[in-house]
């Protein structure tokens, strides 16, 4: 490799936790507006709402198959899986959980999405997982046994609500987990997919229960935030797994419970005590730790056949073309072995054994 192709082989790592970072802000603000504007709908109709927003941000968002790998028959499978634990057993289990305890607590519990997902990509994907990684899973924990504390003392419907939010991130971590595998096909494509699954589950299960239709304004206003909380944060969630792996894009991600905290007490939620300002210094010291990981060595790469979006200057895309393009563009390609060392993060082309 080259210098040049060293220094690129960083970016990565860095443009992934940006759009991590920036998924977790649009999701984060997206909770208390949820509990706000939901109140009193039920739980299907919340959901289904939430994600016919997302479906359209699909819709409107997808690339020419020249740009981004499209989906293929055999990915249905995990696309349904994904559906259902991302967009009907986590937004239905975090509607409700909503209802019945406070947005700042929620949102905070939201933070332990991040230790569903990296233990799980530890298992699925063998992403790398040291000490450090481990430490900071365990202070996310802590934080999350630390609210469900203060709600136990506030009562019990408070309990229930938080342990149904808990519910909703074993949810969206297997969700996470099961998207790493289809993070190299166009996100537009896959945002539309499951949010349409999504939204038709969660309204048959909305009519069969019989919950009432929701007020116009408040039907719109979640189908926008259905749009950016849900639609657009996931389209950057999972190109920041492209970029740098499962584990790591759910301890960015941690953050969105600490925006949506803020953005709930800035809304007017008094409800915080000693207790839960303990479990979210927990939760951040856990975010802070896992982030200032660092791992770099010399690795082989074997042979790999697969189709993604790509550049030509990363070090890793040095094979030639006819219809050469400069910019980022996507075709099926063969890596040849290459032996190698600089600093990586377990993207698609390191998820080697350590």
Known sequence: MTERSLANAALPAVRGGLLALLAAALFGVSTPLVQHFGRGLGAFTTACLLYAGAAAVGAISRQR????ARLLRSDLPRLFLMAAFGAVIGPVALAWGLQHTSGTSASLMLTLEALFTAVLARLMYREMMGKRVWGAMLLLLAGGLALVIDQGLSGGVQLWGLLAVLLATAAWGTDNTLSRGLAERDPSQVV?????????????????????????????????????????????????????????????FACAPFIGAAFAIALGDRSGSW????????????????????????????????????THDDGHHNHVHDDFERGSHSHRHVHTPLLHKHAHVPDAHHRHEH
């Open 65 to 68: 198959a020249q740009k981004e």
């Open 192 to 252: 539309l997919g499951k949010a349409v699954v999504g939204a038709v589950a969660t309204a048959l299960l909305a009519w069969a229960f019989g919950e009432r239709l929701p007020a116009l304004d408040a039907a719109v206003i979640l189908l926008v935030v259905g749009a950016t909380g849900y639609g657009l944060s996931l389209r950057f969630y999972l190109l920041a797994q492209r970029a740098f792996g499962a584990a790591r894009t759910g301890s960015v």
């Open 275 to 310: 207790i839960m300002l303990a479990g979210g210094a927990l939760m951040l010291t856990g975010v802070a730790l896992h982030l200032e990981e660092s791992h770099g060595h010399e690795h082989r790469h074997g042979t790999l056949d697969h189709e993604h979006a790509h």
